[in-house]
């Protein structure tokens, strides 16, 4: 704990730990107590199943690329927008409010926190885009008030067009800016495993190096890629550590902080 105190962790909160009301309230209350003893978190986030949600109730279908990615047209985008910036992001900030302390709430758009360009290696997915740069201006002054920057991962381009940035990239190049100590994303998942079919061959701790050989061979795959791709991203721009850690275990923030076994993988620059 005492080599994080004062240093900057940026944690991207998706997944089964933002369906269960249970793990919500887990990784709030860890997240208040790494405040509490003197860290420096921001808190980025998604919420995929709250927009299909909405879009189902205004009559608009979600539609998806092979991929899986979400084919972001005007109207979709739109909805994007209002439910992760209006509607969970200030969800969030009252639940970290609540558990006692003090949340700003935040998108890509505010203060040019991050700005946006159309996703390159994607197209045809409409508004779906990639950070070209970000201004961690304004979450310096968050931080140094003692507050927690809770960030949507929506942002705008040079024109002001809005366009929905996957969270772990947000995270990822949130976390670069910022010099952080340690990227933090919560999934649904282990960590890597070794050998997908066997639950067993979880990868502890891996180096740049590593991790790269297990993508080109493939051992890495599917979903898990991008996130990969997103933690090599980040150490090479100067974060110390980046951990893909399991957000269905109840507590997996704190294990991963505090302890040497940790809560999933943890890949070292």
């Not at 999934?187 to 050989?213: M, Q, Y």
């Not at 090479?236 to 923030?253: E, F, K, N, Y």
Request: glycine content about 12%; overall charge neutral; charged content about 20%.
């Amino acid at each position: 704990m005492a080599r994080f105190r004062g240093k900057t962790i940026v944690v991207k909160y998706g997944g089964a730990a933002m369906k269960s009301k249970e793990l919500r309230s887990s990784v709030i209350n860890d997240l208040v107590l790494l405040s509490c003893v003197g860290l420096r978190p921001v808190f980025v986030h998604g919420g995929g199943p709250e927009i299909n949600r909405w879009l189902s109730r205004l009559g608009i279908e979600p539609r998806f690329s092979p991929d899986g990615l979400r084919v972001t047209d005007g109207p979709t985008m739109e909805v994007v927008e209002m439910v992760l910036v209006g509607h969970v992001n200030k969800n969030l900030v009252s639940l970290i409010n609540r558990a006692g302390a003090t949340a700003v709430g935040l998108c890509g758009k505010d203060a040019r926190l991050l700005t946006a360009r159309p996703a390159s290696a994607t197209p045809g997915l409409g508004f779906v885009g990639d950070v070209s740069r970000v201004d961690p201006a304004v979450l310096h002054a968050v931080l140094e008030a003692g507050q927690i920057p809770v960030v949507a991962s929506v942002a705008a381009d040079e024109e002001g067009q809005a366009y929905n940035i996957n969270a772990d990239t947000a995270a990822g190049e949130i976390a670069a800016a910022l010099g952080a100590e340690k990227l933090i994303l919560l999934t649904d998942v282990a960590g890597i495993l070794g050998d997908r079919n066997d639950a067993g061959s979880l990868v502890k701790e891996i180096d740049l190096k590593g991790i790269k050989s297990m993508v080109e061979e493939g051992v890495v795959s599917g979903g898990m890629i991008p996130k990969v791709r997103c933690c090599i991203r980040a150490l090479a721009q100067g974060v110390r550590t980046a951990s893909i850690i399991d957000g269905r275990v109840p507590h997996s923030l704190l294990l991963e902080i505090l302890t040497d076994e940790g809560a999933g993988t943890m890949i070292t620059g």
